[in-house]
């Protein structure tokens, strides 16, 4: 991947974005003409986003709270650099529970969005993940009961 490397997009690159982030499962042909583009150049210029690493990669999105409950929690460290935050960065990289994690600025250090089957497997979870690790100075856990919006596009 050429990550780096700065990619220009032109008005066909970024409708065929738009269409492919909304539903990549349809046919190339139904792609390529709501992109207002051939089927060779839409396959072409695929090929080419996936491998400047503008596509990052293909995913199935699960229905929210099928399959338990989401938690966000904001994380605030006694320390926002060294070993104790890379290390805590590499613990929820490495979590399958942790779906996403983000180093913010403001009140919280770290704000991790957290899958989980049930209250009682949270509760574990946060005890030995963030309750109990020195390097933390205070957590705020958000249950979510809804989603009132929920995209992974970005639209052009």
């Known amino acids: 991947m050429h990550e780096n490397r700065q990619f220009t997009l032109d008005t066909s690159d970024q409708r065929i974005l738009n269409e492919v982030q909304c539903d990549l499962r349809r046919s190339p042909e139904d792609i390529a003409e709501a992109a207002g583009i051939s089927v060779s150049s839409y396959r072409r210029r695929l090929k080419r986003l996936r491998d400047a690493g503008i596509i990052e990669r293909e995913v199935a999105i699960v229905k929210a709270g099928r399959l338990g409950i989401e938690v966000i929690v904001m994380v605030s460290l006694n320390e926002e650099r060294g ?74």
């Open 83 to 156: 070993a104790a935050y890379d290390r805590l960065k590499r613990t929820y990289r490495a979590s399958p529970h942790v779906t996403q994690c983000y180093s913010v600025t403001g009140d919280a250090d770290l704000i991790l969005h957290v899958q989980m089957p049930d209250m009682a497997s949270f509760e574990s979870w946060i005890e030995a993940n963030i309750i109990e690790d020195p390097a933390i100075k205070r957590c705020t856990s958000h249950v979510v009961y809804s989603r009132v919006k929920f995209d992974t596009a970005v639209r052009f």
